[in-house]
């Protein structure tokens, strides 16, 4: 049975404590600020480093334990693997990207292995990526941070979509939580559909604007704004800030 250690106890690390937990098969522990994260970190075979990029300078300076030998496994945005080896003085490193959907099994993991992994330890880390939800290797780093920008930020890109829908419901007299559940059951209700049928998002688009219709005198209006470009600036924005936080 595996040894795994979660170092960092916030939402993330919490929901894939919760998770591995019960899908059972190893031998967990979860490591916050009050721990002794040395005595834990020196008993795992398996590290999964689950803190805020800002502090992992932080971290790694604290951590006395020889790391070489261990599986670490980084699901922190922004930190590339170059970085993670030199820090933690290690070169088994898995660089993965979740998002929050893993919390119900739903996440699109995102992962990239320096040549150091051997076979057996690479199964082992998609067997706990499955775990989340689906996963996806990819050969070339530079993915991870372009992927993650609609995978990993976008939860919270279309938590904020919904929150604009939301407040015009408000304008038009609707009470907040009127508006919050209206919004929510259309997210929730799309969400399913797409996933039933299998459609693209180009095809659900197109089967809910009829010639004419509402949707489509909607759609024609953000897009004479220019909805997409303001779309590529907040990629772009957070493709920015991911190369500053690897710095």
């Known amino acids: 049975m595996k040894k795994i250690c979660i170092v960092g106890m916030g939402n993330m690390g919490k929901a894939m404590m919760d998770i591995l937990s019960e899908r059972g098969g190893f031998e967990l522990s979860g490591c916050e600020k009050s721990d002794d994260m040395n005595k834990k970190l020196e008993q795992a075979e398996v590290v999964i480093i689950a803190v805020k990029p800002q502090v992992f300078g932080?971290?790694?300076?604290?951590?006395?334990?020889?790391?070489?030998?261990?599986?670490?496994?980084?699901?922190?945005?922004?930190?590339?693997?170059?970085?993670?080896?030199?820090?933690?003085?290690?070169?088994?490193?898995?660089r993965t990207l979740p998002n929050l959907a893993l919390k119900v099994g739903q996440s699109l993991t995102i992962w990239k292995t320096t040549e150091e992994i051997a076979d057996d330890e690479k199964a082992l880390a998609k067997e706990i990526l499955m775990s989340f939800g689906k996963e996806m290797e990819v050969d070339d780093e530079s993915k991870i941070s372009s992927i993650g920008v609609v995978s990993g930020c976008g939860?919270?890109?279309?938590?904020?979509?919904?929150?604009?829908?939301?407040?015009?419901?408000?304008?038009?007299?609707?009470?907040?939580?009127?508006?919050e559940k209206v919004t929510r059951q259309t997210l929730i209700g799309t969400g399913e559909v797409v996933k039933r049928n299998n459609w693209n998002l180009t095809d659900m688009r197109k089967k809910v604007s009829s010639k004419g219709g509402l949707t489509e005198?909607?759609?024609?209006?953000?897009?004479?704004?220019?909805?997409?470009?303001?779309?590529?600036?907040?990629?772009?924005?957070?493709l920015k800030r991911n190369e500053e936080l690897n710095k």
């Open 58 to 94: 932080e971290l790694a300076k604290s951590i006395t334990v020889d790391m070489r030998g261990k599986v670490v496994i980084s699901i922190m945005a922004g930190i590339g693997i170059e970085k993670i080896k030199a820090a933690l003085k290690t070169d088994k490193v898995i």
């Open 155 to 179: 939860p919270g890109f279309i938590a904020y979509f919904g929150e604009q829908m939301a407040g015009f419901l408000m304008k038009q007299g609707l009470s907040e939580e009127e508006a």
């Open 217 to 238: 005198a909607g759609v024609n209006a953000m897009e004479a704004e220019g909805l997409g470009k303001v779309f590529e600036k907040g990629g772009d924005a957070a």
